[in-house]
Structures are given as C-alpha cells and as structure tokens.
C-alpha cells in the first residue's frame, strides 16, 4: 500500500489490479453487449433494414469482445477498438434517431396533441428523451454506447505495459 506522500507513480498493488480491470471491463462490455441484443429482441427490432444495424454492430463488438478475451494480441486489440468506435457512433445516431421519431410522434400522442405546438422546444425534447412521448426508447441506442466504451477502456493501453 502505497503512503499518500507517495506520488511518483503507481505502486506494485496498483500494477496487479490492471489485469482484473481489464477482465472486469471485458465482461461488464461483454454483458452490455448481451443486455443490448436481449433488448433488441424482446423489441423485436428487425421491422426493416435499419432496424437491423445494431444487431450486426452488437454482433461484431461482441465477436471482437470474446475475439479479446480469447486471445488477446495487437490484432484483437485492433478489432475492439474498431468495433468500439463504430458501436458509439451508432449509438450517438441511433439515440438521435429516436429522439427524432419521438419527436415526429408528439402530435399525434393523445395525451399531447393539443399542447404540443404550444409546449416550448426544451419541454418537447424531455417528452421525447424521457420516453414520456413516442414509440422510440432512447436507452437502448445508448447501451450499445456503453459497451464500446467499456470494451475501448478494457484494450486501453495494453501492451504498452504488462497486463
């Protein structure tokens, strides 16, 4: 255990603990990633092409994810950061897109049409975003977010030391 007036770098304690971070983020990534396809499914979210895009983006960042966990090597760590990048991109236009939808939903929700045109953009955005209006959930683009980040943050920095 290192002093508080220690403050040269990371202590012999604190090098062991990278590789259970490392698992520890692998498999938290992992199960988002399976939390997410679970989702999609109990949605039933295959109505159309566009619908299938986060399948196939949740299928490479989970193949890349076990690819990882499997072996890992500059190439696996190559494979997660591509499909890490690619799945919170995604995320950022599947949660816009839900917005939107729920957006284009609000006139036409009962418990909203005649005070949506007069409800100010803030107040619109809320219903659309919290899930208060429209069909759209927005969470759920944003899980597949989460698990890039936390599968990026499980290859972050390995091989440059051990771990």
């Known amino acids: 255990m290192s002093s508080m007036s220690d403050t040269t ?12 971070y490392r698992w520890a983020l692998t498999l938290l990534g992992i199960a988002t990633v399976l939390g997410a396809l679970t989702e999609l499914a109990m949605l039933r979210h295959w109505q159309g092409p566009a619908q299938l895009v986060p399948w196939a983006v949740l299928a490479v960042l989970l193949l890349a994810a076990v690819a990882w966990a499997v ?11 591509v499909a890490a990048v690619v799945a919170v991109l995604g995320s950022v236009y599947g949660v ?9 939903a609000g006139p036409l929700d009962p418990r909203y049409a005649e005070v949506w045109e007069s409800m100010s953009g ?11 209006v429209g069909p759209s959930p927005v969470l759920v683009p944003g899980t597949m977010g989460l698990a890039g980040v936390l599968l990026w943050l499980a290859v972050l920095r390995w091989g440059r030391r051990a771990g």
């Open 9 to 20: 770098g990371a202590g012999p304690d604190d090098a062991r603990l990278v590789p259970i």
């Open 71 to 81: 072996r890992r090597s500059p190439a696996t760590v190559r494979a997660v950061q």
């Open 96 to 104: 816009y897109e839900h917005v939107l939808a729920n957006l284009r």
């Open 122 to 132: 803030a107040a619109r955005l809320w219903a659309a975003t919290s899930g208060a």
